[in-house]
């Protein structure tokens, strides 16, 4: 079975900082890994996705994440975070082959401070 | 481009009564998934629906919870005799392919037992 830890709980960083929130996954085989992104009261929204090729993927908002293969991790990161970063991070990851369900870490809770 | 509809928003009832929580997919999805999310546990992955089937539901309790996805008409998942455990957050979200593809997530329902 697969799992996921995301490393902090919380995160509090003043604007223009940089960012980079931890995520590793526990899975034998080739996986898809996700991040999405909870800004407060909205549905999860998809930052980025890896399936395949360069293991450095950029997605929306100017966030990017790292596929480590050897060290199990795809970490998000930011090079200066807004205010409006403000929300909650999840990285998931399924199995790539067969039908898999997506599996999600606990989530990452950034506060950004103006 | 409707996204997935989730509805009610938000849900009350009172221990012992019955919940229902209703998800219309994309346009063009057919696999539907459910999730909870508990404060501070990240999304727990409930079950999987293809029209007319269950495809996995091996995050369901045992007992009390029931999901369908009829030819017609939304996914439901049903929640019978309703306990204060039972108030969280329930997300669904469809995709077009299998499992190993992106999911997307519609509000939710959040659900409060009293």
């Known amino acids: 079975a697969q799992s996921v830890s995301q490393h902090n709980h919380h995160v509090i960083l003043s604007e223009a900082a940089s960012l980079e929130l931890g995520c590793n996954y526990s899975y034998g085989g080739t996986v898809n890994l996700f991040w999405y992104v909870q800004y407060p009261g909205q549905h999860l929204q998809l930052l980025l996705k890896y399936f395949s090729g360069d293991p450095l993927v950029k997605g929306i908002k100017g966030f990017e994440a790292e596929f480590i293969k050897s060290k199990f991790s795809f970490n998000l990161r930011k090079p200066s975070v807004q205010w409006s970063d403000t929300a909650e991070y999840f990285c998931?990851?399924?199995?790539?082959?067969?039908?898999?369900?997506?599996?999600f870490g606990k989530g990452t809770m950034l506060l950004v401070s103006p | 481009n409707a996204g997935v509809m989730q509805n009610p928003r938000h849900l009350v009832r009172r221990r012992g009564q019955e919940a229902r929580l209703r998800c219309s997919p994309m346009k063009g999805h057919s696999h539907v998934y459910w999730y909870r999310q508990l404060p501070e546990e990240g999304l727990k992955f409930m079950v999987y629906l293809q029209k007319e089937n269950i495809i996995d539901e091996s995050g369901m309790p045992k007992e009390r919870f029931s999901a369908e996805f009829p030819k017609e008409g939304p996914s439901i998942l049903r929640i019978q005799q309703v306990v204060r455990g039972d108030s969280a957050a329930y997300f669904c979200?469809?995709?077009?392919?299998?499992?190993?593809?992106?999911?997307?997530f519609g509000s939710g329902t959040q659900l409060s037992v009293l």
């Open positions: 998931a990851v399924n199995a790539e082959s067969g039908y898999s369900t997506l599996t």
């Open positions: 979200a469809s995709s077009q392919d299998r499992g190993t593809e992106e999911l997307f």
